[in-house]
């Protein structure tokens, strides 16, 4: 009997494994097409300078974002499993709650932050960077709460769906968006590419959370939150470190090149980046579904 439970258990996880595999590697591939067609167009349309305005902007982005998330995407996907498994739902709720409200609350100063010190050193920032990165900070909140979301249903193993909004809502709204109105309303500027951008983010946001709410089980909703922010909090603390050395690894050089020689160096190299940014995907892919099972 214990036996054709483990045998039944093992089946059970090597389909899981293997479906979430095929579907996130699928996702993956699209998602890399995608993010390359997506800066294609945009160096296309805006040319090199715009386009690195833009570029510019976005990598400041990305690393308020990754700061903002205070390395909770991974405990999110690693408790939240658990506590799914064992059955503590009220620790799972507690956690969703605490994430995403820390998440928003964090976001949105360290975008209070960065606006504050852009203002300091607007003399020294062209004014083509200057206008975009004020527009881009408001990207920061929705991306924060956005990938929490997606963590969130990744620890629920729902890995697949939690890319979705992603994948398949954002970038092609926003490649429809950028055609849309470049071809019908006016010529798309770097400041008026970011604010398309947001939108698409905001989507793709609404998405996730329409997710996220079918997703929540009777007991997600009805127990009652319990707390171990202490434990979350030291958890998360040297994966922050590590998320930072990551994104600041591609980040870094466009915002460097953006302040030191400017728009068009700035866009230059992001194409570069984009295009090298391709290789190693498929360690993603199986890392992603491998996470909420070990």
């Known amino acids: 009997m214990n036996s054709r439970i483990a045998d039944s258990s093992s089946i059970s996880l090597r389909s899981y ?7 996130t590697f699928i996702l993956l591939i699209a998602a890399t097409g995608l993010g390359f067609l997506t800066n294609l167009i945009l160096a296309r349309i805006l040319g090199v300078a715009e386009y690195g305005a833009y570029a510019f902007a976005f990598s400041g982005v990305g ?13 999110l996907i690693r408790n939240i499993s658990a506590y799914s498994t064992e059955e503590k739902w009220g620790l799972l709720r507690g956690i969703k709650i605490w994430a995403l409200s820390r998440g928003a609350v964090s976001s949105i100063l360290m ?23 004020w527009i881009a900070l408001f990207a920061v ?4 709460v956005s990938n929490l979301i997606m963590s969130i249903l990744h620890g629920l193993k729902r890995v697949v769906l939690s890319k979705v909004p992603g994948t398949v809502v954002r970038a092609p709204f926003f490649i429809l968006l950028v055609l849309l109105v470049n071809k019908t309303i006016f010529p798309l ?7 398309l951008n947001i939108f698409s983010i905001l989507a793709a946001l609404a998405l996730s959370w329409l997710l996220l709410l079918r997703s929540s089980t009777r007991q997600m ?7 171990d922010r202490k434990g979350w909090t030291s958890s998360a603390i040297p994966l ?21 020689a400017g728009a068009e160096s700035a866009g230059v190299f992001s194409v570069a980046n984009v295009i090298s940014s391709i290789i190693g995907f498929v360690l993603i892919a199986v890392n992603a579904i491998i996470g909420p099972v070990i």
């Open 221 to 227: 909703r009805e127990n009652e939150p319990e707390y």
């Open 240 to 260: 922050l470190v590590v998320d930072i050395f990551n994104v600041a690894m591609a980040c870094v050089p466009v915002l460097a090149l953006g302040v030191i």
């Open 111 to 133: 975008s209070l932050f960065a606006g504050l010190i852009i203002w300091l050193i607007s003399d020294r920032i062209d004014d083509q960077l200057l206008l975009v990165s």
């Open 141 to 144: 909140p929705l991306l924060v």
């Open 63 to 75: 690393l308020l974002t990754v700061i903002s998330m205070f390395g909770m995407t991974n405990i």
């Open 189 to 195: 500027k770097a400041a008026s590419a970011a604010a």
């Open 17 to 23: 494994l293997v479906k979430g595999t095929m579907g």
